[in-house]
């Protein structure tokens, strides 16, 4: 498991670093939420339920696909640990407690897309309750938005939702990131969404703009400089329809650590030289660095050839570099080209950088 081989990575930056690195790093990262995944209970589907995969090494994890059971938790775990069910999602969340469930290994492809492809490059999470009646609460969108939070991470896709109408037909086209059953195309005619019998779970009762909240809530920090992504974006409050400053794309703010969501849209307040305004979250990227700056990794972090290109090596949490390039913004990241200790050079994905 991928847990292992995160818990000798940082073991092998804690005997590489020194302690001065160590201890500047863990200072910044106090103020960041850490992508800890949640605790959950294990209960494994039947192995006739799902495929055994190594899909840490062999494919592409990107999609995180939200479901409604139509029924209670138990049930749910119950059915997939069924032979009879021929179908299974990685985890289960009970909207009554939050409480958790691990039914399979992340590396392990679940069948719950009706789509193959889409099947290989997720993870699946059925959430009990029925779609457009149950009302779900913070509990649920909290703990389901610590899996996403972790995975992401943890799989390297962007801690975005998507609000595709539906996503694209080519399961490895596209970002990746969250999406629902109804957004997933039916694999005989991509044009019709839901998979193959046309599944409209999680429902219109599901608030994609709350869950996104819990999601990206501490994505900029206080005191983190921010950059406006477009022309407008920055209002005098947090709401769509409140007046409009003077402030252009480019303009870069710094955090106030005040985040609202309002009508479904998560804002930052943000201050620039004195004067504060609120900007949507999709409209705003993270940190700034200076080619020349020293920064520190957050997390164990890819180093790819190109932005969001071929991965060259991991490198681990707590390493140090030199910004020698960038920024590139594709892919919903920012990135960075980055010269590392270890002796690595390539682009990193700026969300797990910090000023060193
Ligand atoms: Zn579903």
């Known amino acids: 498991?991928?847990?292992?081989?995160?818990?000798?990575?940082?073991?092998?930056?804690?005997?590489?670093?020194?302690?001065?690195?160590?201890?500047?790093?863990?200072?910044?990262?106090?103020?960041?939420?850490?992508?800890?995944?949640?605790?959950?209970?294990?209960?494994?589907?039947?192995?006739?339920?799902?495929?055994?995969?190594?899909?840490?090494?062999?494919?592409?994890?990107?999609?995180?696909?939200?479901?409604?059971?139509?029924?209670?938790?138990?049930?749910?775990?119950?059915?997939?640990?069924?032979?009879?069910?021929?179908?299974?999602?990685?985890y289960v969340a009970d909207h009554r407690t939050g409480d958790l469930t691990q039914m399979l290994a992340e590396s392990d492809i679940g069948w719950?897309?009706?789509?193959?492809?889409?099947?290989?490059?997720?993870?699946?999470?059925?959430?009990?309750?029925?779609?457009?009646?149950t009302e779900y609460t913070d509990i649920l969108y909290e703990v389901s938005a610590k899996i996403v939070r972790w995975a992401a991470t943890e799989f390297d896709f962007p801690k975005r939702v998507r609000r595709y109408d539906i996503a694209p037909c080519d399961a490895t086209d596209g970002e990746g990131g969250v999406i629902g059953h109804d957004q997933i195309p039916n694999p005989n005619d991509c044009t019709k969404p839901g998979g193959i019998s046309g599944h409209y779970d999680p429902g219109s009762l599901w608030n994609w703009g709350r869950y996104e909240g819990f999601i990206r809530r501490w994505d900029v920090e206080s005191d983190e400089n921010a950059v406006v992504l477009s022309n407008g974006a920055v209002h005098h409050g947090p709401d769509e329809h409140a007046r409009i400053m003077d402030i252009p794309?480019?303009?870069?703010?710094?955090?106030?650590?005040?985040?609202?969501?309002?009508?479904?849209?998560?804002?930052?307040?943000?201050?620039?030289?004195?004067?504060?305004?609120?900007?949507?979250?999709?409209?705003?990227?993270?940190?700034?660095?200076?080619?020349?700056?020293?920064?520190?990794?957050?997390?164990?972090?890819?180093?790819?050839?190109?932005?969001d290109g071929e991965r060259l090596v991991v490198v681990p949490e707590g390493t140090?570099?030199?910004?020698?390039?960038?920024?590139?913004?594709?892919?919903?990241?920012?990135?960075?080209?980055?010269?590392?200790?270890?002796?690595?050079?390539?682009?990193?994905?700026?969300?797990?950088?910090?000023?060193?």
């Not at 294990?42 to 006739?48: G, H, I, L, N, Y």
């Not at 719950?112 to 009646?133: D, F, K, M, R, T």
């Not at 010269?339 to 797990?352: F, K, M, N, R």
Request: charged share 20%.
């Open 249 to 307: 794309a480019g303009a870069v703010g710094t955090a106030t650590g005040n985040v609202l969501v309002r009508g479904g849209t998560q804002w930052y307040k943000l201050d620039f030289d004195g004067t504060s305004g609120s900007v949507p979250a999709d409209d705003v990227l993270y940190a700034r660095f200076d080619v020349g700056a020293s920064v520190a990794t957050t997390s164990g972090l890819s180093v790819r050839a190109e932005p």
């Open 1 to 90: 498991m991928r847990e292992t081989r995160r818990t000798i990575l940082k073991t092998i930056g804690g005997i590489a670093g020194t302690g001065a690195i160590s201890s500047q790093t863990s200072a910044k990262k106090a103020m960041r939420l850490p992508a800890t995944k949640p605790e959950m209970q294990w209960a494994p589907a039947d192995e006739s339920n799902y495929n055994e995969a190594e899909r840490e090494s062999d494919l592409d994890i990107r999609w995180f696909v939200v479901h409604v059971a139509q029924a209670e938790a138990d049930w749910t775990v119950n059915w997939f640990q069924n032979p009879n069910a021929n179908a299974s999602t990685h």
């Open 112 to 133: 719950h897309a009706e789509n193959w492809p889409y099947n290989q490059h997720s993870l699946g999470i059925e959430h009990s309750g029925w779609v457009n009646e």
């Open 320 to 356: 140090t570099g030199t910004i020698a390039g960038g920024p590139v913004d594709t892919t919903g990241y920012r990135w960075w080209k980055v010269e590392y200790e270890s002796g690595d050079t390539g682009w990193s994905a700026g969300y797990w950088l910090t000023s060193n």
